[in-house]
């Protein structure tokens, strides 16, 4: 369980969902969404824990950020951690890869693609 935020300004801890818990429909649902999808992608070709959640190019407000990446989390794709005032992120490839073979590849592919 995710640890409180206490009065000091710290946050919450995020709270990760392991891909070994997650249906396929809770992961082609967090996949379908356009925004998600580019979140994906931006962290499939950024290094691990490079990325804050606001260094990303999408055209959502804070709280929509907040909860898309909430959704990628509860899908077990995307893992956070707070360095200093920055949240930063990585891409649960690997982990999710083992739980659903191929189904980043398929997502990762440019519009159109075969």
């Known amino acids: 369980m ?3 935020a206490t009065g000091s300004g710290h946050r ?3 709270v990760h969902t392991d891909p070994a818990e997650v249906s396929v429909l809770t992961a082609l649902s967090a996949l379908a969404d356009p925004v998600r999808i580019q979140l994906v992608r931006e962290l499939a070709g950024s290094a691990e824990w490079t990325r804050s959640c606001g260094s990303f190019d999408v055209s959502v407000g804070k709280a929509a950020l ?5 959704v ?4 077990g794709l995307v ?3 707070d360095q200093g005032p920055r949240r930063v992120n990585r891409l649960r490839r690997e982990e ?14 440019p519009d159109g693609s075969p």
């Open 2 to 4: 995710a640890s409180q």
């Open 12 to 14: 919450a801890a995020p």
């Open 66 to 70: 907040s909860h898309h990446f909430s």
């Open 72 to 75: 990628l989390r509860g899908a």
């Open 79 to 81: 893992e956070q951690r």
């Open 96 to 109: 999710f890869d083992a739980c659903f073979p191929g189904l980043l590849d398929l997502a990762l592919r």
